[in-house]
């Protein structure tokens, strides 16, 4: 089986406020994986659209990010678990 990894980016810029997962941890879709304080004040919850497994984190709280930031990398396990 041939697994793919994504690159997760910062929809925005401003400051990362919590990195709510771990390295090598499971993820499901849409799971929420980090907070961001936005430059307009808004908190944003940045989640992605498939599940799998944490390979790697870039951020950490408090670094400050824009929309070409790598937070990190999820491995994804093929597997489909959400709804419409």
Known sequence: ????DETIYSPCSGTV???????NSHVYEWE????????????VEISF???GYVR???????QKVDPQTKLGIIQ??????GCD
């Open 32 to 43: 929420k994986l980090f907070l961001v304080r936005a430059e307009n004040g808004a908190i």
């Open 1 to 4: 089986m041939i697994f793919k």
């Open 56 to 62: 790697s984190i870039y951020v950490k709280k408090g």
């Open 49 to 51: 659209g498939i599940s």
């Open 76 to 81: 994804d396990d093929l597997q489909i678990t």
């Open 17 to 23: 406020e919590k990195v709510v997962t771990k390295e």
